[in-house]
């Protein structure tokens, strides 16, 4: 099977602009969860989706947001990027909601200058 | 609100030693304890994981200690070896019912093995 792919890997924006970034789970895993990793906060939960729908957030502001499909596929979106956004996001994916073991992708590298 | 806390944040050991990471926590409403491994430009891998209603776990060289009473759980790797070194993060879960598949992560603890 194949893992969790993100893409892209690596993007760089400027303040102000908005990105989506993709994430597909494994086949068949149907719960998706995205954690921002910084070298000063760590690795911190952003939101999980699970059957279309947001079951979970994180404490971050309103910019950022996602959604997921009916093929579990999920995006995130952060509009009016700030400097602090720089970061690795990371996408996890588990066979279902609860389910213990998380599989976590290669994760997209945003800079934002 | 910093929910989990690791130490140390490096660690440096000789090859063949053994390397030991401690976490401890507040929330006793966690339920699941898992340690994750990140090597540089990879996203983080499951390593083991524990459960509160056990004391120690053992997968191979990784070996989980939990003790319930003083909220601390620490990851022992026997027989260290140079391709140990990655960053490792301890984690915990919060419910499966309130926080789903949610982690809160430790601050990480940089590991390398000398050979």
């Known amino acids: 099977k194949a893992g969790v792919t993100q893409t892209p890997r690596y993007l760089i924006k400027t303040r102000g602009q908005q990105v989506t970034l993709s994430c597909s789970p494994i086949?068949?895993?149907?719960?998706v969860s995205w954690y921002q990793q910084t070298p000063g906060q760590g690795l911190q939960f952003l939101f999980e989706?699970?059957?279309?729908?947001?079951?979970n957030k994180g404490n971050f502001p309103g910019r950022f947001s996602g959604r997921q499909f009916s093929n579990s596929r999920s995006e995130m979106n952060v509009s009016t990027l700030e400097l602090g956004d720089s970061a690795l996001y990371l996408c996890?994916?588990?066979?279902?909601?609860?389910?213990?073991?998380?599989?976590f992708g290669p994760g997209t590298r945003l800079l934002v200058l | 609100q910093q929910q989990v806390k690791q130490s140390p944040q490096s660690l440096i050991v000789q090859k063949g030693g053994i390397s030991i990471i401690n976490c401890a926590y507040e929330n006793t409403a966690f339920d699941y304890f898992p340690w994750y491994q990140q090597f540089p430009g990879k996203g983080p891998a499951l390593l083991i994981a524990?459960?509160?209603?056990?004391s120690e776990k053992k997968e191979g060289r990784f070996t989980i200690s939990f003790n319930k009473s003083a909220k601390q759980f620490s990851l022992h790797i026997m027989d260290s070896q140079p391709g140990d070194s990655a960053t490792y993060f301890c984690?915990?879960?919060?419910?499966?019912?309130?926080?789903?598949?949610?982690?809160?992560f430790g601050e990480g603890t940089q590991l390398t093995v000398n050979p």
């Open positions: 989706y699970f059957s279309e729908t947001q079951r």
């Open positions: 524990i459960r509160p209603d056990v």
């Open positions: 996890a994916s588990s066979l279902h909601r609860g389910i213990e073991t998380q599989y």
């Open positions: 086949s068949g895993h149907r719960s």
């Open positions: 984690a915990a879960r919060g419910g499966r019912e309130t926080s789903g598949s949610r982690l809160t």
